[in-house]
């Protein structure tokens, strides 16, 4: 029986690490700096990596703009925005070093993938966005926008601040 438990016990964890290693594989792109999606950082101010996939939304909701006459009532796609407490995690990897000063880094390489330092994989974007979070598409008014910017804005103090693409905004957080 122990015998058994052991050999289950080490199937499932190469079953694990062969999932994981098939996600690391993947390769969507390649970053020469740290994306920042740290909690605290996404969901309270702009982020170099909030803002590459408010960037990625506008980019793909174009094209689906473009590509499906069904949505000819939408005159054009400008602006996207999604909410910072959909993004879990950064890509890349932070050191805290016995100084307490902190390195940040590009993805790690996975050799055993060839996987080379820099290389975004599906395993970094599942774990940073985990949530099967839809994308909408619709119009909205000016002063639409201007209140989802300061919805964004008060939300800030409770994890809500929006990362925006296709449109930029400042604002006294003291006020």
Do not use: C
């Amino acid at each position: 029986s122990t015998n058994s438990d052991y050999r289950n016990a080490i199937a499932t964890l190469n079953s694990v690490d062969r999932y994981i290693n098939g996600l690391d594989s993947v390769q969507y792109g390649l970053t020469s700096v740290w994306l920042n999606g740290n909690n605290v950082d996404v969901r309270s101010r702009a982020t170099n990596l909030g803002n590459l996939i408010a960037d990625a939304l506008l980019w793909y909701a174009q094209k689906l703009h473009n590509d499906n006459p069904n949505l000819a009532a939408i005159q054009s796609i400008d602006v996207a925005f999604v909410n910072g407490g959909g993004i879990r995690d950064m890509i890349g990897t932070e050191q805290v070093m016995p100084d307490e000063t902190v390195h940040r880094n590009p993805p790690e390489a996975n050799p055993s993938l060839d996987k080379q330092a820099g290389e975004i994989s599906r395993l970094d974007v599942l774990n940073s966005l985990r949530f099967d979070n839809t994308l909408t598409l619709g119009t909205i008014s000016v002063a639409q926008l201007k209140r989802s910017a300061e919805a964004m804005v008060a939300e800030a103090r409770h994890g809500g601040f929006g990362q925006v693409s296709g449109f930029s905004f400042r604002y006294d957080p003291t006020r």
